[in-house]
T-cell receptor, first 112, second 113 residues
Framework: RKEVEQDPGPFNVPEGATVAFNCTYS??????FFWYRQDCRKEPKLLMS???SGNEDGRFTAQLNRASQYISLLIRDSKLSDSATYLC?????????????FGKGTKLSVKP | NAGVTQTPKFQVLKTGQSMTLQCAQD?????MYWYRQDPGMGLRLIYY???????DKGEVPNGYNVSRLNKREFSLRLESAAPSQTSVYFC????????????FGSGTRLTVV
C-alpha cells in the first residue's frame, strides 16, 4: 500500500521557536518530494520541493534521506503566520503518470 | 491569472440528487485531478486525467464520474449523492510528469443530507 506517514501533532510552539516535522514514505521508488501548507478551510499550497541534497528557503529547510525513506521540514524563528497544517507529499511513479500521495498532515500552532 | 477555478464553492444536496462540480485551469497544464478531503483521512484521489482525452480511477472512485472536456476543464459528477459523499472536494492540475507539484483550486464544500 502506498503510504506517507506524518505525526499529526498538534505542535504548539512559542513565537521564535524552531520546530521540525518528519515524514516517512513506504515506496523506495519515489522520485519527487514536496512540502505543502494548508491553512484552515483553504486549499493546500506548495511550500517547497525537497531535493536530494537538501534545500533551504528563508526560514524553511527541507531534507531528504532516501536510505531511510524520510523527509524533514525545519522551521526556524517561527511566526504566528506559520500556524497551519503541513502536508508531506510524495510522488509514486507508476505507468505513464505519477500521482502525488499526501500525508494526513502535521498541525502547527505558533503562540505569542 | 486565475490558476485553478472551481465552482460552486458550497453546495447542499439531498440524498439521491445529482450534480456536477466544475474545474478549469488556465495554466496550459496537461494533467488534472480530483481529490476529496475528510477530517482525519487526508486528501484522497478520486479520479485523474493525465492528458486531454484520458481519465483514470484513483483511490476512491466509487459513486463518481469524470469528464475531461478539453485541456482546460475537468468535471466531477455525482450521479446519486449519498451522505458519505459529504466532503470538501479539490481540483488540482500540474504540467504533467514527475517532478512537478500540483496547483489546487479553492475547493467545493459539499453537504449531502
Amino acid at each position: 500500500r502506498k503510504e506517507v506517514e506524518q505525526d499529526p501533532g498538534p505542535f504548539n510552539v512559542p513565537e521564535g521557536a524552531t520546530v521540525a516535522f518528519n515524514c516517512t514514505y513506504s515506496n523506495s521508488a519515489s522520485q519527487s518530494f514536496f512540502w505543502y501548507r494548508q491553512d484552515c478551510r483553504k486549499e493546500p499550497k506548495l511550500l517547497m520541493s525537497v531535493y536530494s541534497s537538501g534545500n533551504e528557503d528563508g526560514r524553511f529547510t527541507a531534507q531528504l534521506n532516501r536510505a531511510s525513506q524520510y523527509i524533514s521540514l525545519l522551521i526556524r524563528d517561527s511566526k504566528l503566520s506559520d500556524s497551519a497544517t503541513y502536508l508531506c507529499v510524495v510522488n509514486f511513479y507508476g505507468g505513464s503518470q505519477g500521482n502525488l500521495i499526501f500525508g494526513k498532515g502535521t498541525k502547527l500552532s505558533v503562540k505569542p | 491569472n486565475a490558476g485553478v477555478t472551481q465552482t460552486p464553492k458550497f453546495q447542499v444536496l439531498k440524498t439521491g440528487q445529482s450534480m456536477t462540480l466544475q474545474c478549469a485551469q488556465d495554466m496550459n497544464h496537461n494533467s488534472m485531478y480530483w481529490y476529496r478531503q475528510d477530517p482525519g483521512m487526508g486528501l484522497r484521489l478520486i479520479y485523474y486525467s493525465a492528458s486531454e482525452g484520458t481519465t483514470d480511477k484513483g483511490e476512491v472512485p466509487n459513486g463518481y464520474n469524470v469528464s475531461r472536456l478539453n485541456k482546460r476543464e475537468f468535471s466531477l459528477r455525482l450521479e446519486s449523492a449519498a451522505p458519505s459523499q459529504t466532503s470538501v472536494y479539490f481540483c488540482a492540475s500540474n504540467p504533467g510528469g514527475i517532478g512537478y507539484g500540483y496547483t489546487f483550486g479553492s475547493g467545493t464544500r459539499l453537504t449531502v443530507v
